[in-house]
């Protein structure tokens, strides 16, 4: 493509962005696609000749934009609503113009070194201790992964040279059982399988007990297990409880365990100074992941390990082929040594951005509007004769669900809530998702998107209750 | 930031894409940074107020630009060159821009279901049957990752429920000694160890012996190892070498073991019809992996698995909590069920819009001018009397050194040659790296990039003789 053509496109993919971005509310958040709807719509096989970026675009709006559920929407509130910023999108115009691969620090030294700056502003920020240093990867599943796996080699097994078939350790770890799926998923892609992650009961406000842990440890030694590792949350992702990661630090420094800590979620709103006591006791853990792409504002990919023991990540994984050997040896940092990917996107750069375009203030501000904005939801909730609220809202994720008064029956709150989340999701003003606690249906409310304002949060109050009584006749 | 200012930074970022691509010779390919550089040049925190976009566009040129390896350079002859291509970064641009998590159909249909689209496109291209279908990861590491996983999967040992320690076997799976460190990697991720990988010497062509495979798998059965995987490569990382993959899907159907082909490198040329055969065989591989982001002008990161048994995968990974379900069921595709990470960007946005705006012919003129490129200079090294050749070139990558008649002392050879390589790319107008062959310092000339012309092969090839004759005085 010729540098005018490109300037030409480009420009209309701004224009094309700029305007997606400021009316967000033309298209419903939740696709309203049909199962094959795109795939009928695209020919079965790739054009013999070039096309036109028109017809490209034009399919933009055509094909895609109808199939998408749109996480930039400020009514999106599913899942962990997250934000592609402005400064984060600029941000990863610039990396994929630049196309490196920072597997080398001399590949490239900027991304390798903004790395290292920009997870050094997020540690002061949230206040971890300064011997954590971090590593941005894609998600918080690899995040985590290479964490367990670093708590794997610090067993001191030689899993990395024997396998653990070799060694026929039975090596256990432990998480509360509203531990996030990729745990489980590391532990089976690690080789410690399910039955080598032992869940533990939780308090009756979906927190990890502590107690029941030491239990299980101490049971588990007796019966030939050898544990290994804890993962603590700090936000799960059901309620977002924090387990009570002090008691929980004790326990593994008494029992030389490996703490990890799943911030992945909750660790951002420690940039908030009166949040900071979400991280407490997370200074004694060993490893602790944040993701600036769920609560920081930057576009997806991006989540950062910090570890307190990088040459034992580094250990972990290290692995230097001839072809990758460089003459700079012990002086740089090659994030290619502390994990299992060698391709290594310039994630820094968007992070950068978001964090200078906003400022720590900047960002302060929103989160605390995220977490008001949450405590005014569970408010109506609370105040309602039609709904409750089922959790505690540390954060701004709201658990709750219809309950009028006339209903008792389990199972049909149940059908309703669901027939509820269908209906208002159905509309497209609003999208929710939900989650089960103590058995029941739990609808959420997931504030985390940078363009939702209080309008929006009022809006879906208003969704619901409207919807409520449409279903209820 | 509001749409008119996210319009005003957008199009100045495009300004400035635009110039970057089409003057990219004005920057030396090599960053000349020192180690710290681009640290000392920035704050040691994050700043309190928000910046100006004013002063973070400047410091695009002041601090980052002298800091990049620009991987988009024509003049980028390391590793294997890669290229951001106008159309991929215009997808790149509007995939930052949806900022989705395609984890489940429902959270984005059009992530998903083009996807598909896309990799039946591909998979059409590359001519492998339609039994395979296929998934996108970030790189190729995790999709050889995948592949191994369920590798160990169909082993029929129960890993993913008991884990590898409580299953005491000693899984064993082979690939030539020339294997990309990352089947190595996934080898210890996957807690089958170093030992439980065995590199196959090869040929002199750097082909893994066939015979010599069937050799280790006899005797480790013999010796109480669980043969359960073999790794071949089409276009290894060093020589571009093509393993015998037909001799070896023989070996592993008689054997019952799971062929894995990384065609990451390598898969990409098949595009090209009079280059099919280098996919010969792995019609009936149960596993293979390509990478658009490394020959198909696609900005990192898109690597691409191909599996015959996706529920095989599927069985590897596959997990579902409450939070995640949803009502389509096994109507639609949700990729987090085939491999270890939740989060997935919209990756194949930019793969639509690179094949779309090249068309397959545009794609096959590319592919053929890099390989005519190799061969042309391959010609140079082997008419020259200072420089000899040193493996075949069925691809666009050259392994040559310098080798004067006056020279015959190997550690000799390997001095100046390593001298010599330095010596070119401080000069930064190309880039090479190196890697060892048979003892051998051997310096790489590997031809990718989209923007590379005879002039710029011209060029790395007169750098290298005007760079001998001054280092050699």
Known sequence: MSAEDFRRYGHQVVEWIADYLSHPERYPVLSQNKPDQLKEALPSKAPERGETMEA????????IVPGMTHWNHPGFFAYFATSGSAPGILGEMLSAAFNVNAMLWRTSPSATELEEVTLEWLRQMIGLP????????DTASISTLCAIAAAREAAGLQVREQGLGATGAKLRMYASEHVHSSVDKSAITLGIGQAGLRKIPSDGEYRMDSRALEQAIQEDRANGWQPFCVVATTGTTSTTSIDPVPAIADICGREGLWLHVDAAYGGSAAVVPEMRWVLEGSDRAD?????PHKGLFVPVDLSVLYCRKMNVLRGAFSLVPEYLRTGEGEEVKNFMDYGPQLGRRFRALKFWFVMRYFGVEGLQDRLRLQIALAREFAGCVDQSDDFERLAPVPFSVVCFRAHPKSLS???????LNERLMDEVNRRGRVYLSHTKLAGKLTLRL???NIRTTREHVKLAWDELNEGLVRIRG
């Not at 490209?56 to 094909?63: F, G």
């Not at 490893?287 to 993701?291: P, T, Y």
């Not at 029956?409 to 059908?415: I, Q, R, S, V, W």
């Open 409 to 415: 029956d389990e199972a049909d709150l149940d059908t």
């Open 56 to 63: 490209m675009l034009a399919d933009l709006d055509r094909v």
């Open 446 to 448: 997931a504030i985390g």
């Open 287 to 291: 490893s602790l992941v944040v993701n």
């Open 130 to 137: 300064d011997e954590f240093k971090g590593v941005i990867y």
